[in-house]
Nanobody
Framework: VQLVESGGGLVQAGGSLRLSCAAS????????MGWYRQAPGKQRELVAI????????NYANSVKGRFTASRDNAKNTMYLQMNSLKPDDTAVYYC??????????????WGQGTQVTVSS
């Protein structure tokens, strides 16, 4: 599975951005996709995760009500609509795809990351 993010950039506080993650390869095997972020000096954290087919979406408390994750299975693309952005949202955002297989550890695939910078 290959993942390519796009859509990052510089935005003022209160603004919006939409990130995209295009998946290719064995996309039929993907059980869940998610967005993570990593700010300088901090650990990577979960932002949102969507189960296969988009039947369930969970968000970090810090982004609930402001961010919306969605998937277009026909296009093998996942999106993250980010509204009311805050300086604390500044980070590199990564797309993740997880494949579950019976009897072995899950396989995680990552995109290259896209920088989101929110100015105050």
């Amino acid at each position: 599975v290959q993942l390519v993010e796009s859509g990052g950039g510089l935005v003022q506080a209160g603004g919006s951005l939409r990130l995209s993650c295009a998946a290719s390869g064995s996309t039929f095997s993907i059980n869940a996709m998610g967005w993570y972020r990593q700010a300088p000096g901090k650990q990577r954290e979960l932002v949102a995760i969507i189960t296969n087919g988009g039947s369930s979406t969970n968000y970090a408390n810090s982004v609930k009500g402001r961010f919306t994750a969605s998937r277009d299975n026909a296009k093998n693309t996942m999106y993250l609509q980010m509204n009311s952005l805050k300086p604390d949202d500044t980070a590199v955002y990564y797309c993740n795809a997880r494949i579950l297989r019976v009897g072995v550890r899950p396989s995680d695939y990552w995109g290259q990351g896209t920088q989101v910078t929110v100015s105050s």
